[in-house]
């Protein structure tokens, strides 16, 4: 019957970023990791959609380089996309984007694809959110036997994946995969624990090796 049921806990997060169109495509990425994560895969293509609309609202309407933070969490049986700037004049607003109209289309396209979405003002920024229902993969955010069946993979096809390259420069690239390998990391201890490995030793002898591999490079940084 599968493996224990191991409960992925839905908390909040936040990511500071600049507003750039080249960074909407890692904020996707980014979106797409965590709601996978909490076993809302489903929702994916829709969290997407608003994350780019409005991302790119603070684009053409505050400014490429604003200083903006990016937010998801759970409220309840719904999803939170929040994106806040420091521009508290610049209120997105719904409009009847005609055919050839340069703005007014992005928050028309969250309104049709959120339950809700609002604009929250403040002295010096403003937030802009919406929520999406996630139906029913609200559940407890439950995942059977993922953990050891993705670290199996990882381990049958390590000599493959080792020849490839990460691609992506950016903090946002960076960060988006920092987060991958933390889950490889986190699956590779369930394999050992699925299999009645000592992890803690492993652990250690893993360590051992990285250091000693670090030293031996003459990398070696002083605290």
């Known amino acids: 019957m599968g493996g224990p049921i ?7 997060w936040e990511l500071a ?26 929702m994916v293509d829709t969290a997407q959609l608003c994350v780019s609309e409005l991302v790119t609202n603070v684009i053409d309407h505050v400014g490429v380089g604003t200083p903006t933070v990016l937010g998801l969490s759970m409220r309840g049986a719904y999803v939170r996309i929040e994106v806040r700037d420091p521009d508290a004049r610049a209120l997105p607003t ?15 396209i969250v309104s049709e694809v959120a339950e809700r979405w609002g604009v929250l003002p403040g ?23 993922a953990h050891v069946g993705r670290a199996e993979a990882v381990l ?14 950016s903090r946002l690239a960076t960060a988006a995969t920092e987060m991958l390998v933390i889950d490889v990391l986190a699956d590779l201890l369930h394999w050992l624990h699925a ?28 605290g």
Request: hydrophobic fraction near 40%; include cysteine.
């Open 6 to 12: 191991c409960e992925v806990p839905r908390i909040g």
């Open 17 to 42: 970023f600049v507003a750039e169109p080249e960074e909407v495509a890692a904020l996707r990425r980014i979106i797409r990791l965590h709601l996978v994560r909490w076993g809302l895969p489903h």
């Open 94 to 108: 719904l409009v009847a984007a005609e055919r050839d109209a340069e703005g007014g289309r992005g928050m028309a």
């Open 123 to 145: 002295p010096d920024s403003k937030v802009t959110w919406c929520e999406l229902e996630a139906g029913g993969g609200v559940g407890n955010g439950a995942v059977g036997s």
């Open 156 to 169: 049958e096809g390590y000599l493959q994946a080792s020849s490839e390259r990460l691609t992506g420069s």
């Open 195 to 222: 299999h009645g490995c000592d992890m803690d030793g492993a652990w250690d002898r893993a360590q051992s090796r990285f250091e000693g591999a670090w030293a031996a490079s003459g990398d070696v940084r002083s």
